[in-house]
């Protein structure tokens, strides 16, 4: 029986560093290479030995499928090819492949350039690494090879993302990140019911079935012009793409619509070229934005300015988007460290927070933060003292080290999902549409993970696996062989049955299948006979009834002939020229000894392929007797 | 199999194939050839056109050609999906879609929508910012367009002319229009698959793969060669059709596109140096693109730096914005500027820098901002409606401006024909990229298709060139020519089909080997047909009869169908056979030699068994049970098929 094996090597039953081995008819796939943003040592990176020990991984993979920009699913990509490596191809959408070389280059100079790391790809691994980029438009089929064929849907997630259709032979995988559900919005939205064997899907908020994304919008609003509104700021850690843009488009035409004056910064020097970037991919966006687009492009903001480190001390309300969005790092920590002790403020965390982070400590209700972990201490001061001061830093880095900072977490701390991750409802949705035969959860906490499966097994009835890292879920598929039909069989069979289907009346046919180096045909016995240039071998039976009647042997032909025709009904009966009366395709003949012509011999004969229901011998020979009785 | 021409033009196809119960149109281009016969629409009044000595009153509405009233040759209504191929050709779409009952889908990419939109709103907008209060149809009338002058007199099907569409029928029209991305496989009622391709013409062409298992039909229509902005034509994809239907070839084959830029920049540049204007009739979308481009390049050489260029038409903004965003159509060049990120075309620059100015019409801004001497980009270019009229008016008496024409699609000289005469100069650089008679023998030569169609024009040289035997089409075997209204039967007969064998039959299969390499089984199955897709499944079992005291009742169950006895082949060697006859009891056969085989007398059983090299027969009593052993002991030596 043919398998599907998949294997998380990252994002099994865990949030980050999304990794996922699929290995379906013959083919291997790896789907996404991203990093953990909560370590960082070696468990920051997939463990890709796993595939091979020693050497290259070109051998062992025929492709490489990365979903979407963020850097759980693409941080570990140049490290994989250029390090590891891998020459084979890998596949983005066009947005994932603009954006992600520029999220890469800001996670190598943080990790290199602040942190001091070494043994780290470098700027070059990451452009050649890109160089193997291929990108995949939507619907795009794409022939990996001869067999693998690869397909591209919107997701929705964010710029660029996608869900990706995966197709070897009759066998298919669908992986998707995080499928929104508002994508609908958009003309290309949503999967067909492509009946895959496995869904992939992440599951992310899998408990979650969030409210809709109008009260949560207004909700956002509302907590914010409050906080302006008492003179406090507003802090919403963001990264540099994806949500961030939704979000300034929706302050944007708030601010403007209640003509409000507070200053609205974005703090990442990449915003205006983000904002590029949204503009150039404008049809990855939603309707409203495309439609509107000619006449105002909402990616030109005139109330949201660039932000200067300086900003974060001025006096009166202001809101700021810092980057990164867990606040395990970077501006948005130095920022919120300046307004923690004020509870006038308002810090805003709009998306997931991994395990470790100031972010997620702070959603779990965490007031007091020590701030003494080596690493969060080394990246404070590294990102307190000038550039040319780095080495100084490392240095003070290890005095600080003995030192606990503690931070009073008084400002209010809001969670509001806004990061576009499948949620419950958004899941359940994608299974109604897709109807796949088998689910596969990833990139999701363990306990969520246990209650979706659950959820999915009772309404779907499919079976919904959740393999842990390294561990390999394994799916036998039971694939229906392609056969090509001779036009003239089907056609032949199609006619018998009528031209509409009746269910009591099976429509059966009969044939040869030719199986020939690959080719499987399927024709008439007739045809595979002249096809494979054999003679036929008649195989016939003939059948000798005595009976006596005194009439001449004609006359005798032509009693049995009309009898025949009063008894069998239903019969085709001929009394044909040559003598010979056919029954269906059953041939009497009448001779008579030479001795006494009374005493004939009735010959019944018939050919192999005679069919049963007019079984000659047993119903024709009575007929000998039945005749011998007429006679008297 | 069977392909319905609907168009003569061979640029502006409209061709309906027939393919396994399917009908699709491909393309559905609009002829607008016949405006030449009317009269411009100015924008302002005209004292000189209204003075035009007229027949009787003349008739000044605009109409637009139909591709062809179809209806003698196919009910249009039955059309299930029409194929799109660029902008160009989907002019034709709301009058097919909106009045003829049609209830299909059409396909074309997400470019080919966005921009045939904007160019037959700019078509509306012309026709309908100067309202005619009259006009008048009753000259169609055979009767009447007899006595009218020539070349009216003379055209063919005006019956055919219909009035321009509105919006709400183009609005309605393209919402029927289904986006579809280059080799993605769409399938039609599970019987065939259609895939575009990029072909490389203009921003989101295509051609189009029609295909089903065994069959495979290409349309090439309107693609290029040439590296201008679009991405590249797919060429391999087309190999292995069975048909290659091919449309839309250069217009200008004896005109070098590259050569005619170089023409048109420097005509530009001395004019502008002269201190005229220049005026360039245009498309709103397509070869400007490639225009602004050079000129981008051009200006700063060429110290044209301070001349203002500008672009009007109600949908120039649209254009130029859209042409933007379609970065995963465009060549690789301009893909890889997106990625920095920048602009992919330059005239975001010119735009920026403010040496390319664009205006929905002129009025309003244009009248107060409008510098000369200056080049204009605008419509329509045949020179009978839109803003071109105006600047038509306004220049032509001047010999210091000149007028360059670059689209191919009409004739300069009629185009003129009403402004005569006229003391402006007068360009020709038509640029059709679209593929030449060279490259187009070479690409066929390439992808082998065992039989071409095209437009008959192809299949000879153009009448005012006879002598040119290159620029004709020579294929070996000879194409397939069409004609307006010809309708062919399409060269190949459709033999298997692609079924499925459902697992559990396929495992219930006894299959034996013929010869080396080759197998064969005998199959007995239920065939199942949903949504042209047939599937096999094994013949159920019937159910068990419950043991009934009713005997005649069982009889008159159906009888279960059984499968038929297989075909036999092979022969049965006769001391093989003899020896098995002992071994089944059977010891008493007299052999007896004949012309063709063996004839065996079972004396004991009085039964004769016939061997030959293709047949046996067996003559015996009637004696069931010994006939059924001799059958099986006579099987065990044949092939079953």
Redesign the interface.
Known sequence: MPEINVTPLGAGQDVGRSCILVSIGGKNIMLDCGMHMGYNDDRRFPDFSYITQNGRLTDFLDCVIISHFHLDHCGALPYMSEMVGYDGPIYMT?PT??IC?ILLEDFRKITVDKKGETNFFTSQMIKDCMKKVV?L??????QVDDELEI?AYYAGHVLGAAMVHIKVG?ESVVYTVSVNKYAKSH??AWIDKCRPDILISESTYATTIRDSKRCRERDFLKKVHETIERGGKVLIPVFALGRAQELCILLETFWERMNLKAPIYFSTGLTE?AN??Y?????WTNQKIRKT??QRNMFEFKHIKAFDRSYADNPGPMVVFATPGMLHAGQSLQIFKKWAGNEKNMVIMPGYCVQGTIGHKILNGQRKLEMEGRATVRLLISFALTKRLIHVGKLLACVFCFHTLQLDVKLQVEYMSFSAHADAKGIMQLIRMAEPRNMLLVHGEAVKMEFLKGKIEQEFSIDCYMPANGETATVTT???????????L?KR??AL?GPL?DPKK????????????NSL??VS??Q??KE?G????????????QLQDPHSDPDTLHRIYTHLKSVLKGYTIQHLPDGTVMVESIVIKVSSSAEDTNAKVLLLSWS??????HCP??RL?KL?QKHNRLKT | MKLYCLSGHPTLPCNVLKFKSTTIMLDCGLDTTSVLNFLPLPLVHSPRLSKLPGWISKDGTINLEKVLDARELLDLSTIDVILISNYHCMMALPYITEHTGFTGTVYAT?PTLQIGRLLMEEVVNFMERVPKAQSATCWKNKEIQRMLPGPLKDAVDVWTWKRCYSMQEVNSALSKVQ???????VELFGAVQV?PLSSGYSLGSSNWIIQS??EKVSYVSGSSLLTTHPQPMDQSSLKNSDVLILTGLTQMPTANPDGMLGEFCSNLAMTIRAGGNVLVPCYSSGVIYDLLECLYQFIESASLGTTPFYFISPVA??SL??S?????WLCHNK?TK??L?E??FPHAELIQTNKLKHYPSIHGDFSSEFRQPCVVFTGHPSLRFGDVVHFMELWGKSSLNTIIFTEPDFSYLDALAPYQPLAMKCVYCPIDTRLNFHQVSKLLKEVQPLHVVCPEQYTQPPLTQSHRSDLMLELQPPPMPYRRCSVLNLPFR??????????EL?NS?V?SE??P?????????????KDNK???QS??KPPPVAPSKKRKRVMDEP?V????????????PLEAFLATLQKHGITEVKVEETADGHILHLQAEDTLIQLE??????????N?PL?TTL?DL??RF??K?
């Open positions: 066009h492949k603009a070389p990108p438009n939507l619907h795009q089929t794409v397909k009759s003309i290309s070229k590029h970037y503009k150039l991919f404008i049809t687009f000619v039971n694939p229906s062989v392609p056969v090509d039909i001779s036009l003239n089907l069979e199609m049955g289907p099976p429509r059966t046919m009969h044939g040869t299948l030719i199986m020939k180096e045909k399927l016995s007739e595979a006979l494979l054999l003679n036929e071998h008649q195989l016939r039976f003939t059948c000798r009834v192999y392929q005679v069919k049963h229901r011998c047993s020979s000998g | 997400e986006l579809v991305g280059y080799s993605q496989k895939s298992h065994h903004n649209s914005e859209f933007q965003i379609f970065a995963e893909q997106v990625y990120p602009p992919p459709r033999r298997y089909e692609r079924v499925y064998i459902l697992p396929a299969l299959p013929i010869k390499g080759v197998s064969v089984a005998t199959v007995s199955a239920v065939v199942h047909s047939h599937t096999l013949v159920p009888p169908v059984l499968a038929p006895k297989p075909l036999l082949s092979g022969a049965v090299e293709d047949g046996t027969h067996i003559v015996c009593d009637n069931e006939r059958r006579v099987l044949l092939q098929l």
